[in-house]
Nanobody
């Protein structure tokens, strides 16, 4: 069982930055691929970024490449998402996710409760 708690959301102006963090419980954190998804009002949840067990492999949705960076610290059971050059269309609830697979799938095993990110124009 893994419990995920996100933090770091908030209101930021377009062009600004935010850093989201996700704290995970459980002693097997390092065995999960981790990732971030988001859901904007009226839209389906979408993949944002993922990172492998060791952190050696990262991957992003095309619209986030070059602006977002995912990282993890297995010693502290945390995963982070650094978001730069934010746009109003990045406004959404951001969810942390854990997947037993080597790579984050579209149906992770665990979800956090979400944190709101609002980007004003």
């Amino acid at each position: 069982q893994v419990q995920l708690v996100e933090s770091g959301g908030g209101l930021v102006q377009a062009g600004g930055s935010l850093r989201l963090s996700c704290a995970a419980s459980g002693r097997t954190f390092s065995r999960y691929a981790m990732g971030w998804f988001r859901q904007a009002p009226g839209k389906e949840r979408e993949f944002v970024a993922g990172i492998s067990w060791s952190g050696g492999s990262t991957y992003y949705a095309d619209s986030m490449k070059g602006r977002f960076t995912i990282s993890r610290d297995n010693a502290r059971n945390t995963v982070s998402l650094q978001m730069n050059s934010l746009k109003p269309e990045d406004t959404a609830v951001y969810y942390c996710a854990a997947d037993r697979s080597v790579r984050m799938s579209s149906q992770p095993d665990y979800w956090g409760q979400g944190t709101q990110v609002t980007v004003s124009s």
